[in-house]
């Protein structure tokens, strides 16, 4: 079924990953060359974030409809769950080791989407919680024939 809870949270999950194309990870003050060549680091700056995002946003979304094979709808969220962690930590990674960009004192500020993989780790953590209790139930129905 599609309306169960779990496709919810994986669509917030799905929805926080493609809100990554609006939002910026960061901006700066001043231009320096590398990301910050136009004083906004967003995911289209790089071809790893670029790819982790569309995938995260992709597996969420068809993880939904896979409703009927709750074992691998649960490996897909704990795939999420793992984009959902490499996400942020590849965008802070490729900022913090940009030589030229720190090194001229350019003031960097944070934007809203460093953060939206929080709320999708946690949409997911919640998804694949409300699966394993899905899957327990039809367990204990089939015990019942």
């Known amino acids: 079924m599609i309306q169960r809870i779990q496709s919810i949270f994986l669509l917030l999950a799905s929805i926080t990953f493609f809100l990554q194309f609006i939002f910026n990870f960061a901006t700066s003050d001043k231009t320096s060359p590398g990301f910050l060549s136009d004083k906004i680091y967003n995911v289209l700056d790089n071809p ?5 995002t569309i995938l995260g946003g992709a597996v969420a979304l068809v993880s939904i409809f896979l409703f009927r094979n709750r074992s691998l709808q649960m490996r897909l969220g704990y795939l999420v769950i793992v984009l959902c962690i490499l996400l942020p930590l590849v965008a802070f990674l490729l900022i913090l080791n940009e030589p030229t960009g720190l090194s001229k004192g350019v003031e960097i500020n944070d934007g809203l989407a460093i953060y939206l993989p929080i709320i999708g780790l946690i949409t997911t953590i ?4 409300y699966i394993k209790k899905d899957n327990k139930l039809v367990k204990s129905m089939d015990r019942l024939r």
């Open 48 to 52: 790893v974030l670029l790819g982790l």
């Open 126 to 129: 919640l998804a694949t919680r």
